[in-house]
Structure formats: C-alpha cells, structure tokens
C-alpha cells in the first residue's frame, strides 16, 4: 500500500486499485449472513482481510463487534468511522449468484457493504501510518437491526480511550442516484419505539354488548383518538408519527371477546416530541378507555434514539466529500426520513454524522429501486468505491483540519 500515491484526490483511485477485493468481502459476507449481537463469522472474514496490519483490535463481552485502532505516526485527534455487520431475518429473493444461503436471513440493509467498505478504507489508511497525525477507529458493530449493538460496544468501553472528537457512518441507499452522498444537519433520522396496549373489556355474548364491556369499539376510537391527538397536539415542525399496524382480537361472529390487542410504532425527530408522544397516547388510551368502563394497559418498549448531526461534522463531510467527487458528488437533504439508526446512541455522546450513499443499480430508476428491507433488494457495486473513498477522505481531512 506504501508505493500508493495517495493525495487529496488520490483516495478514489487508492479504493478502486482495492475494489475486487471490497466486492469479494461483500459476498463473501452477504452469501453467509449473521444476525444479532453475535456474528463471529462476519468479524473474522474482516479480520482476515485486515491480518498484518498496523490495528490494535479492542472486544468487549456485550458483542462480537470490535473496534480496530490505527494510531498514526504523530499524535493528534481521534475520528471514529463505523460500519455495521448484521443482516436481517428475512428470506432473500434477488436471484443473485452470492445470494443468502442461510434460510430465512438476507442482508437486505445493505450492512454487508458497510462491513466490506470499512475493511478496505481501514487497508488504505493503514498504509498511510506515516503521514497521519492522529489516530482511527474503525468501529465493526454487530447488531444495528433493533439490536442496540453500539450502545453495547459504548458500555463495554470500546469508544473510550481515546474517545473519538468525530464519528461518521456511512449507508447505502438504493432509492438515491448512483455515487451521490446525501445527509443534513441536525435530525437525520428518527426514533423508533414499539407500542403495545392492551384494550380490557369483558367477553359475552355478541347479541347482548349490555351484559358485556365490548372492547372492539373502544380499541377502534382509541387508534382514531391517537391520531387525532398527533394532528392536534403535536407541532407540525416538530413531527410525529404513530402507525398502529396490528389489531388483534375476537374469535367468531357471536362472541364478544374479553379484550383487543394492538401493536404500532412510533417515530419523532426529537427527544422531546418522543416524550410528548409517550404521555399523549397514554393519556388519550386510558381515558377514552375509562369513558367506556373498560381498561387501557399501554406499554412502550424505547427503541433507537433520533439521529442528530452536528453541522460542523456534515461541514467537514461535505468539504471532503466535494474535494474528492466534485460538488455534484454531495446533495444537501431536504428533509429528515422517519427510519432509524442505532449509529444514534453514538451521535449522542460524540459529535458526528451519518451520511447516505445512492447505489441504485445499473438500468433503473432510482425512485422505482427496491428498497432497503426488501427481499429483492439489489445495489451498484461499482459505488462501493466511492464509499471506501469517502471513508478515507472525512477521516483524513478530520485529522489533519478538526472541523475546519
Ligand atoms: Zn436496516
Ligand atoms: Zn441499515
């Protein structure tokens, strides 16, 4: 890697001289998926990939992730690049010859590239040791996909000592044009928790609700009540969204069940507007409940936190990003999209950014692309590139400038 020369607009050619071999790990990876905490087969093709070089590797007991260190030649600040490692438990159906060859598991978020674009930046920047003033960590985490694997990795101490001054993220996206990276300030992406409640009646028979407390109506007002309470209560600026996507309850035409469970998420753009949810919804569901004499049990299990980036990481993002693909290669999103991300727990503690890489596959639209979680998502390999690029770049210019 020595003999490489590597300046600012080196490190696209540095990754495409390594492109075989990142698209090798990716299948490699993607043909053997892993889910959960736990993906020991996936950590130790990157620990192939990367055996011999110049990395200090730090575990902890919560995972199997690791965080590889890189300390350059001088000392200096600490930039922290994450990929995530683990799949999804569906089944895949994208034909592809390195398809899943695990039942029902795919990497169908697109992690496998994660994995295999961090391996390959980590290669070239360890073959840039002696220039470097500072030190990478190159974060492999298991256990993106409702997991908490990097509050995990957080607990068991992995990003202390040195703590990073900036981390960075980057996912793919196959709904974005092919190469371009995409990301803002502030709220990225949402929280996500899990409601259930539970709607107690009393069962009887279904010609006679008045010796029975029929639960079904009430189950009904309340999922309508909850949206009303969204649209009424909740700042339009500061959004909310609640989805109840299960209703279950009841046996036959004539019984009136004892009680109706249901099942929804929910997803703000800030901490506060999560708390605010949380109290609406158990406030309207156990008094519309009450009107009626029956009970509203309501519990929310906390999933991922909002994805919040500092606007003098996504500064020095775009500086390296539009250094080395030119200033088309960078959009400044719009508006924040309502999926979640635990690279959040993270952005809690270390200022930092997530940024999105289209990888619409050859040949079509990308608004029309099968999407991240589809069975028969597919992606451009030929970006892989530009990740492992961009990788190198954002942790370079963060080593060398801070967030200049
Ligand atoms: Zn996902
Ligand atoms: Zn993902």
Redesign the pocket.
Known sequence: MNDMVIGKTGWLEAAQALQSDTVALRRAIHAEPELGLQTPKTMAKVREALAGLPLEWKTGGSTTGAVAVLRGARPGRTVLLRG?MDALPMPEDTGLPFRSMVANTMHA???DTHTAMLASAARILCGCKDTLAGTVLFMFQPG??GHHGAKFMLEDGLLSDPAPDAAFAL?IMPNAPTGLFCSKVGPLLASADVLKMRVQGKGGHASMPHDAIDPMPVACEIVTAIQVFITRRMDIFDPAVVTIAKIEGGSTNNVIPEAINLLGTIRTQSEEARERVHEGIKRVAENVARAHECEAEVEIVRGFPVTVCDARAIGVAQRAIEATFGAEGWKTMDAPVMGA?DFSYVLQKHPGAMLFLGVCPEGQQWKMACP?HSNRMVLNEATLARGVAAHCAIAERFLARGFD
């Open positions: 995530d978020c697109g992690h993106e996909e996912h991300e991240c």
